[in-house]
């Protein structure tokens, strides 16, 4: 049996940068130490969702892929020979900014990033604001842990990308959100789990929590937490996270189920992408 052991973690903005990322790299410290060789963190981890209103003093919060954060997680995972998935603010030039995830390899390589494909414009979602939509595809990551795919939180509403992270491969992907109660409810329990049994891959969701009122007073949303991991069967890996606290996860991904579930099901020898025209359709 080949194992993977996956930590993620859910927190809320606790009002300055410095102190978000000596946060996390807690987190990254308390996962190593229990055995985990990899770790996602929640979307746009070092600051708060700034998503919910349309404010220019965000863009401060943009560094490139190469930048400070980066460089400083990178040689804690060199430290922990911990594989992280960084969900950042990139800043690709000045005014051209990405909701994009790097991928550091356990010997604090960067394997790559991917940028957020779907980028949502509804209410305390003004993301269009802030963010291009996403040029890099769907690129897969050759890792310590195995493939890993990367999708960032409104991209789950869309299994055209899951699908495309299947179609290369991936085993593991990770989905750091930040989802507050609404509308995504259901989905929240639907999409992953759905997603993880239809392309018979794990997939990992972090999720922000709680009420980030120190930011935004009246005007903060409600992060739900309940992060978790879905198997390749759509059932959950251990139990969910917490709804309103801060928590770090532990969960052991039995990679041998990737096989085990596709030669069971056979969705991807049954595909017809012949008769799919109209998914490619503008």
Known sequence: MTTV???????????????????HEEFARSAAAEGAQAICF????????????????YYSFAEPADG????????????????????????????????????VDADGSIAGKYRKNHIP??????????????????????TAIGKIGVTICYDRHFP?????????????????????????????????????????????????????????GELAVDFYGTSYVADPRGNYVGERGSSSAEELLIRDLDLDLVREVRNEWQFYRDRRPDAYGALTAP
Do not use: C
């Not at 052991?5 to 946060?23: C, F, H, N």
């Not at 981890?45 to 003093?57: D, L, V």
């Not at 990178?74 to 030039?93: F, G, N, S, T």
């Open 5 to 23: 052991r996956v930590a993620l973690s859910q927190t809320t903005w606790t009002g300055d940068q410095e102190s978000m990322v000596l946060k």
């Open 42 to 57: 929640q979307e746009l981890f070092y600051g708060p969702y700034f998503g919910i209103t349309e404010e220019r003093k």
């Open 68 to 103: 400070p954060v980066v460089t400083r997680f990178a040689a804690l995972a060199r430290e922990l020979q911990l594989v992280m998935i960084l969900p950042i603010y990139e800043e690709d030039m000045p005014g051209v900014y990405y909701n994009t995830a790097v991928v």
């Open 121 to 142: 414009h509804v209410d305390n979602f003004y993301e269009k604001f802030y963010f291009r939509p996403g040029n890099l595809g769907w690129p897969v990551f050759d």
């Open 160 to 216: 055209e990308g899951w699908r495309m992270l299947g179609l290369g491969g991936a085993e593991i992907v990770f989905n750091p959100n930040a989802s507050k109660p609404g509308l995504s409810n259901r989905l929240w329990d639907l999409e992953q789990p759905t997603a993880a049994a239809a392309n018979g891959y794990f997939v990992v969701v972090p999720n922000r929590v709680g009420r980030e009122d120190n930011e935004y």
